[in-house]
């Protein structure tokens, strides 16, 4: 758990900082930074995406995961589900005045616990306790949620806490999930998980143009047809 720790304790800080510097910045380099930030997210998920499909080019398995986990996702309505926990700490935050605090908290959580890293770190930590992944990603997290935090307010500071309950869950019950988590899974959790960091980029650039919430059971279905295959 010491690793995901760090974790959570670095975006913590870079919340904090952000905050700081955001309040510095006028509405214009806010807005600036904001799509900026989008852009650079983009552009992590295409890399991301291109890389995993130089490993898996079977574009029915990418159309089946995230149609049928869209499907499955608006069905639940994991958004709506989302936005009331946002809500639910924008409420014991104190932040009620600050209307970006849920979208902020949505957006930073999926962008720093979607990705490969955050699962095959975990592992490692649980089965070796070789922590060196989730310190990578957590000096990743760390500029992420800086220039998330400064453009878009309090809200990605929180993004801590899916961080911590993820990553700390993983770790604890690693010896158990190893054998789902072969090379091939992670390789399409990668694949699929970068696609959706993509989706969250576009939202941030464009505005919320698209329900990533309801997206994340593509993972869970992408993972599935691996196993199944």
Known sequence: MFASIVNALAIILAGILGILLGQRFPERMQESLMKVCGLSVIFIGIDGAIKGLAKNDDFLFVIISLALGTLIGEWIDIDRRFETLGEYLK?????QKDGGFTDAFVTASFTVCIG??????????????????LYTKSILDFVIILVMASSMGKGALFSFLPVFLLQGSITLLASGLSPLFSEAVLDSLSLVGNILIFCVGVNLLFGKTIRVSNTLPALLVAMIWTLWK
């Open 91 to 95: 409420k014991k935050t104190g932040s």
């Open 116 to 133: 490969a890293m955050a699962v095959v770190g975990s592992l490692e930590a649980g089965l070796s306790h070789n922590f060196s992944i």
